[in-house]
């Protein structure tokens, strides 16, 4: 079945660091990819998508490229600010697996002044 | 859109007693998706719902729970009888067909 992998948390990081969060996917059909951010006490929000291979989701200053070739879906950040501590979820979602929007493991990413 | 709309945001229950969580999906998203977040297990996919069907419960812990969507605007997540253990924050969201989910504010439960 299709599954999501992220690098493990917690992550710390000094404000207007670079950042990167890895993802790698397995899916059996061809995927739309995502990630979504969560600030304390909040639901999910998506944050960025990409639906097809070499696509680049972009927002609030965050990049990630959809790579088929290594099924991968990193997230970047040049320049961190305290504002972005949150947790960071890689998803896919497959339509040849029933629709279902699968989620990785969440990363804590905290950025100190 | 309002976007999706859980309630109640705060429950506090005493071990025992049935609660129920109650959502508001997107209009026009045809899926339907109850998750579980704690910090010990993150977050878990219970049940997801397409065209108002359960397609996959293989997340519901046990038969304690049980979800419902009678139609396509409105579902439930029950739990009975309720267990200190089930104390997490309790999302819905909803997506269009191989789109993204978009998250309700989520229900704090908190059984004592």
């Known amino acids: 079945g299709n599954s999501v992998t992220q690098m493990e948390g917690p992550v710390t990081l000094s404000e207007e660091a670079f950042l990167t969060i890895n993802c790698t996917y397995t899916a059996t059909g061809y995927p739309s990819l995502f990630w979504y951010v969560q600030y304390p006490g909040e639901g999910l929000q998506l944050l960025l998508k990409a639906t097809k291979a070499d696509d680049k989701g972009s927002n609030k200053g965050f990049e990630a490229t959809y790579r088929k070739e290594t099924t991968s879906f990193h997230l970047e950040k040049g320049s961190v600010q305290v504002s972005d501590s949150a947790v960071y979820f890689c998803?896919?979602?497959?339509?040849?697996?029933?629709?279902?929007?699968?989620f990785g493991p969440g990363t804590s990413l905290s950025v100190i002044p | 859109d309002a976007g999706v709309i859980q309630s109640p945001r705060h429950e506090v229950t005493e071990m025992g007693q049935e609660v129920t969580l109650r959502c508001k999906p997107i209009s026009g998203h045809n899926s339907l998706f109850w998750y579980r977040q704690t910090m010990m297990r993150g977050l878990e996919l219970l049940i997801y719902?397409?065209?108002?069907?359960?397609?996959?419960d293989s997340g519901m812990p046990e038969d304690r729970f049980s979800a419902k969507m009678p139609n396509a605007s409105f579902s439930t997540l029950k739990i009975q009888p309720s267990e200190p253990r089930d104390s997490a924050v309790y999302f819905c969201a909803s997506s269009r067909t191989g789109s993204e989910a978009f998250f309700g504010q989520g229900t704090r439960l908190t059984v004592v």
């Open positions: 719902f397409n065209n108002n069907v359960p397609i996959d």
């Open positions: 998803a896919l979602s497959d339509q040849g697996e029933d629709d279902k929007v699968i």
